[in-house]
């Protein structure tokens, strides 16, 4: 599986964006996907997760209201609508999948990830 992730830019705090996270293979339904975040010396961040049929949905209480997480298996894509951006929100940010179709809060859990997008969030 490839994992392209693309949507990240500057934006305002209090401004919304919305990643996407394109996947390659006919089996992406299978998938559990997560997104993470990541700053300069810092460890690789959960933000949120979603199960293969989207009845579970798992979000760090840093973005809990503000973040939503949805997938579309149709187009093999997941994606992360973000509002109410904070600076502190400012990071790369990887989307992921998890064979095994679950929502994993633990990164080591994830067997694929994507190259990062940028998200850049002024005050």
């Known amino acids: 599986v490839q994992l392209q992730a693309s949507g990240g830019g500057l934006v305002q705090a209090g401004g919304s964006l919305r990643l996407s996270c394109a996947a390659s293979?006919?089996?992406?339904?299978?998938?559990?996907m997560g997104w993470f975040r990541q700053v300069p010396g810092k460890e690789r961040e959960f933000v949120t997760a979603?199960?293969?049929?989207?009845?579970?949905?798992q979000y760090a209480d840093s973005v809990k209201g503000r973040f939503t997480i949805s997938r579309d298996n149709a187009k093999n894509t997941v994606y992360l609508q973000m509002n109410s951006l904070k600076p502190e929100d400012t990071a790369v940010y990887y989307c992921?999948?998890?064979?095994?179709?679950?929502?994993?809060?633990?990164?080591?859990?994830?067997?694929?990830w994507g190259q990062g997008t940028q998200v850049t969030v002024s005050s």
């Open positions: 293979g006919r089996i992406f339904s299978r998938y559990g």
């Open positions: 992921a999948a998890a064979r095994d179709q679950l929502a994993y809060v633990d990164y080591t859990r994830y067997d694929y």
């Open positions: 979603i199960n293969w049929n989207s009845s579970r949905t």
